[in-house]
């Protein structure tokens, strides 16, 4: 069974991810980072300064994306694999590859 | 005078961003952005949807940056090639667009 | 069994291609892209305009990487799950996106 | 005088780039790797080689990318600053960051 994956409906699937509390740490973090940048610029900061924070922040929700990424391949995916219906699941897979990057 | 950059100390430079009001309402938009996202793991929201809102909050930090960009080369970098000395300015903005990218 | 991954031994994994001739073409019409940037520099034509052309071929690659990703999974991830061996062909999937972004 | 940029009229205006020579051997290669890159699924060589090679392609293409946008802002961003009339260089400026990226 893939790890998390229950899909009662179609629509409304939802996923257990396995590592939910450092996923929810991480991106509390990130609203923290997001925050100081607001606070850099209120603070009149030097626009390279911000630039850089924002560059970080930007790759630390890379970060949360490739984790959830590979959640849903060893999960969801895997599933519909094991159960001979991956088609739409890997048309789906590839469009959000597509825009996360 | 390149506008907002006011330089006493390289070190502490200090820049008040033309449309500062407007950015800091944009990143406070994204800091609710993510702790969205947050929410949508809490809830075990499904995996490609949690991603697609991830793919939105890096592109609303891209524009962001690419605001700020503009106003460091309106403010900043113009101050210095009219003040004759943009050799290192110029070199921090290319090394500042690799980063962001 | 998965379209294509023929393993006879880890290290030289050979892959035919689904769509092999399309994507020879598009890669052959990439390198004609890039002789005409190399072309565009030679005849000294405008800066933006060599770079509008090299986002065009950038993008040209990014579309026959994710076709090729799109293989991948359906091909070699398929046939490591379907044999239940999956976990070092996911791990290599997350890492391959992770650089092709 | 902004290094390279001649303006004999807006729409055709011509560059010579200060690093002509190594560019075009940058670009000389990174046409030798596109077809490298054709030769590996002519030869059905496994997925994650030939991403990998694409992600080499790419980053080849970001750094002429890169050198070209600082010859950009050395030369012809430079000269416009000069001469008084910046706002359409910046605007043109941001808008090929946004398309490189």
Do not use: F
């Not at 629509?11 to 940048?37: F, T």
Request: contains cysteine; negative net charge; glycine residues 8%.
């Amino acid at each position: 069974m893939g790890e998390g994956c229950h899909e009662p409906e179609a629509s409304d699937k939802s996923v257990v991810q396995p590592n939910k509390d450092a996923l929810l740490k991480r991106l509390s973090r990130i609203e923290g980072q997001v925050r100081g940048i607001g606070g850099m610029i209120e603070s009149d900061r030097y626009c390279v300064d911000v630039l850089t924070q924002i560059a970080a922040a930007k790759s630390a929700l890379d970060a949360v994306a490739l984790q959830l990424l590979e959640n849903h391949v060893k999960g969801c995916v895997t599933q519909a694999i094991v159960d001979g219906d991956a088609a739409a699941r890997i048309d789906e897979l590839i469009a959000v590859v597509r825009k996360i990057r």
